[in-house]
Nanobody, 119 residues
């Protein structure tokens, strides 16, 4: 069973930075796309950023220019560099991996890491 483990969350002041990590239990080459999602209290989980196996990236409008998703294949890891953090970025952040095999889509989620932006 695929395991994804997020880390790097914490409390940061507005304008600060954090880097989240997502470590996979197997080669991330086996996943078609990897994502970062977030969920604030009382709100639906929303897509933050995505990175394809070829390195292409996409971002939610709310984080464009502030967040950067990247991958390090040798470490089976995906990162989310978050700069210029705002209080509205406060949420639990989740890593998701998607594998498409034999015309079936398999989704794998991590347990999440909390990010709190507050002065």
């Amino acid at each position: 069973q695929v395991q994804l483990v997020e880390s790097g969350g914490g409390l940061v002041q507005p304008g600060g930075s954090l880097r989240l990590s997502c470590a996979a239990s197997e080669s991330i080459f086996s996943f078609n796309v990897m994502y970062w999602y977030r969920q604030a209290p009382g709100k639906q989980r929303e897509l933050v950023a995505a990175i394809g196996s070829g390195g292409s990236t996409n971002y939610a409008d709310s984080v464009k220019g502030r967040f950067t998703i990247s991958r390090e294949n040798t470490k089976n890891a995906v990162y989310l560099q978050m700069n210029s953090l705002k209080p509205e970025d406060t949420a639990a952040y989740y890593c998701k991996a998607v594998r498409i095999r034999d015309l079936k889509t398999h989704d794998y989620w991590g347990q999440g890491t909390q990010v709190t932006v507050s002065s």
